[in-house]
Every structure is written in C-alpha cells, then in structure tokens.
C-alpha cells in the first residue's frame, strides 16, 4: 500500500467522499480485485480539474474506471488514485440533426434505449453491451452488428497538459476491432451522428437483441463479457466449445456453461483463478487448432 499520510490527506480535505484501500471487486462486473489505495468519484469538470492538479503535485497514478466491465483486476489491487466519473459525465442531451451529446460516465445501454426511444438509429446492437461510453469509445464496443466507432462525430478528452477539456473531431478519430486511438487518454464524453427512423422499427430491433443476448449469454452471473477477441472469420465461442472446455472450471472460475467465450466468478474466484482459466484455454486451443487467442479484457493492478 502507499504510504499514509501525504497525498491522503489532501483528497480526504478536497473529495471528503473519497474511500482508502477500497476492495474493487465492490466496482467491478466480475466482482473480482484487490484494493485501490485510494477511490473516488468525480461529477464534473472543475472537480476533475482539482483533482489533477493534486495528482499532478503529488506523483499520483490514477487509473479512470468505468462500470467495471471488460475488466480483471488482480489480486492485490491497484496502486495510486482509481477514479470514476459520475454526476455530469452520465448526462446525455439530444442535439439537432440527429445528434447525441453523451458523457463518459453514462451506461452504454442507457444511451442506446435512450436514442431509440428518440427515433434515432445506429446504436441498437448497443443495448446489451455492459459499460460506459468512455470505455466503448476506448474499445470500439459493439457486437458483429454494430459498434459505436461508425457513429462517432467527435470525442472530448481531458488534455492532461493543458488540464481542461479538448474536442477531438472525427478527422483526428481511428476505430478498429475492439480498438482505437484513444486507448490511454481521459476521455469525458462524446457526440454522436445518428440517423432519424421509425421509432417503432427501432425498437423492435432493440427488442430482437435483447431476446437474442438473454438466450445466448449469462447476463444473471458475474463476468466482464467477451474474454477474448474473435480470430478473423472465426467465432472464439465454437473455437473453445469445440476444444472441450465449455462449463471447464478452475478454482472458483469457469467457462460459461452457456456461452464459452464468457468466463464466470461462480464461485468466490480470484484474479489468479481467471487468468490460470485463461492460460488452459490460451494452450488448449493453441495445441488443438494452432490458433492465437488475444485477449479483449483488459488486465490492470498487481498480483
């Protein structure tokens, strides 16, 4: 742990609500990871801007957390500041001509319910896919039909060396598989182009992915969704399944009886039971079909 005293101090005067050596597993989807020296939330742009000065002054790592989702964190934690953007980073407002301003913070089936419900379209394979928009817009999130990169006009990004917000516009925007330019920066909201439709065609679309994501995946346990990225023309899902391991379990993580490209914390499992569940599969399928599995979560903190 970091030493005590010193930098707590301070957050604990400025952000009275922030929480010393706080268990992430209370943040996470997959209800796994040690603690983070320091945890906090922040609702708005001058407070961000407090709070990186004071990192700033202090040497402070900070990690920018989501929901939790698409994410393992290991055993022992994160080291430094973990923040969470809420309050006026969930807000989401409708522009003219089909646009959508959408915060950082806000729930990426919450903006996609919200879009229908407004007769805008381009966001209904969005309804099921667990996480923030900062954290979609990071990873390109979507499903095989539909991601949020295509409807991206322009990003807002906290630029950490003029310490306030930034637009990037589509120009300066790169979306790829399960990725994009943005990996590594503060991003705080974006806005969307969508297309005008009909609201009730759209929502039948919203509806048709609902049903198909209930019966296909364990949205009723703990997880972080996809665990690997699909190979190019292959589905990780049938890879895995036909290497005999749907339902393999290791310590208290398994491979999803339902769907094997999802890996569940069914029973109280640790960091180091999902990543040794991790290396099974990695090899099994290596072995059996020669193919590379990468990874789509995203591992942070200390084992």
């Not at 769907?259 to 059996?288: M, P, Q, W, Y």
Request: hydrophobic content about 40%; overall charge positive.
């Amino acid at each position: 742990m970091a030493a005590r005293g010193g930098w707590r101090e301070k957050i604990s005067v400025r952000f009275p609500g922030a929480k010393f050596d706080e268990p992430l597993s209370r943040h996470t989807t997959f209800h796994i990871g040690g603690p983070a020296d320091c945890y906090l939330e922040i609702g708005n742009c001058a407070d961000l801007q407090d709070f990186a000065a004071l990192a700033a002054g202090q040497k402070l790592p900070v990690f920018f957390l989501g929901q939790g989702s698409n994410l393992l964190v290991l055993d022992r934690g994160i080291r430094g500041a973990v923040v969470r953007l809420r309050g006026r980073f969930e807000d989401m407002e409708l522009l003219a001509g089909a646009k959508v301003r959408a915060g950082a913070g806000l729930r990426v089936p919450k903006l996609a319910s919200f879009c229908a419900q407004k007769g805008l379209a381009g966001l209904e394979p969005l309804i099921g896919v667990p996480g923030t928009v900062g954290g979609a817009l990071v990873m390109n999130a979507g499903t095989p039909d539909g991601e949020i990169g295509p409807w991206t006009a322009e990003v807002e990004i906290w630029d950490e060396k003029g310490r306030a917000p930034r637009v990037l516009p589509r120009a300066e925007l790169r979306f790829g598989y399960r990725s994009s330019n943005l990996s590594g920066r503060i991003v705080l909201g974006c806005v969307l182009q969508l297309k005008p439709g009909d609201k009730v065609d759209i929502m039948k679309r919203v509806q048709g992915y609902q049903r198909r994501r209930f019966q296909t995946q364990p949205i009723h346990t703990y997880n972080v969704g996809s665990v690997f990225k699909n190979p190019p023309g292959r589905f990780v899902a049938r890879i895995v399944e036909e290497a005999g391991l749907k339902g393999r379990a290791l310590g208290g993580a398994r491979v999803s009886p339902k769907h094997a490209n999802f890996i569940e914390n069914f029973s109280g499992a640790t960091a180091k039971d999902v990543l040794e569940l991790i290396e099974l599969i990695r090899g099994e399928v290596r072995r059996i079909f020669a193919i590379e599995l990468e990874l789509e979560v995203k591992v942070v903190g200390e084992a």
